[in-house]
């Protein structure tokens, strides 16, 4: 796949996740702005955004903290973390990567809290550079990704919507083209929407198990 192909698939996902969900919350709550600013919001973007701009000015960060083989050669496990606060698209790529961030996380601040989003987008971030440990690389839109889209998994099962299925569909389509592909975005979709699935049964086994007990303590 070509860059120019790869960037517009990409902006494409990300639109759908973004309409998928500010679409769902407006349906929900029309008084209320489909993004929300939170200060969790602002410190995730900043742990991203300080590391990547300061790159810049000091290029050799990137050698020391991307994600390559001194990960399994030489058990240098921490670059899972440092490479996705480092950047490997150039000014231009940085720039992007951190205006999408910031985006995502006004979308996703009015659907989720920060117990759920930030370990979602921890994990995500680990997860996707876990899965692609034999391409050398950084950058933080992988997690961004994953993010989007266990929100949208997330955002779909609380209430169904016609834009939020059609976001849906367009990212696992995505994904899935992106796997085949073989780009690293995509193993990064399709793992964020297996964690929105946990998270959504997890969610409501602890319903069920709360509805039960306190059938259980209703007295006869």
């Known amino acids: 796949m070509n860059p120019v ?17 500010a679409s769902a919350m407006l349906m929900r709550e029309p008084s209320r702005a489909p ?7 602002l410190i ?12 810049m000015a000091v290029p050799d960060l990137l050698e020391l903290g991307m994600r390559d083989d001194a990960i399994l050669e030489h058990g240098q496990w921490w670059r899972l973390a440092t490479a996705n606060v480092l ?8 720039l992007s990567n951190l205006s999408i961030l910031a985006v995502t996380l006004l979308i996703v601040g009015r659907a989720l809290s ?36 266990a929100t949208v998994v997330l955002v779909l099962a609380r209430r169904p919507r016609p834009s939020t299925v059609i976001g849906f569909g367009l990212l696992t389509l995505i994904g899935i083209a992106l796997t085949v592909l073989g780009n690293e975005h995509g193993p990064a979709i399709l793992l964020g929407l297996a964690m ?6 997890v969610q409501h086994l602890r319903r069920r ?12």
């Open 35 to 41: 993004v929300r600013f939170t200060w969790w919001g």
């Open 196 to 201: 929105g699935v946990i998270i959504r049964a």
């Open 209 to 220: 198990g709360t509805a039960a007990t306190r059938t259980e303590q209703t007295p006869a």
């Open 44 to 55: 995730l973007w900043l742990i991203v955004a300080i590391p990547s701009l300061v790159q």
């Open 87 to 94: 950047q490997d698209g150039g000014v231009a790529g940085t």
């Open 114 to 149: 920060a117990a759920l989003a930030v370990p979602i987008y921890i994990v995500g971030g680990i997860g996707s550079m876990m899965l692609q440990l034999s391409h050398p690389g950084a950058g933080n839109s992988m997690a961004t990704l994953a993010l989007l889209a």
């Open 5 to 21: 192909t790869e960037s517009l698939v990409l902006w494409v996902a990300f639109a759908a996740g973004w309409l998928a969900i």
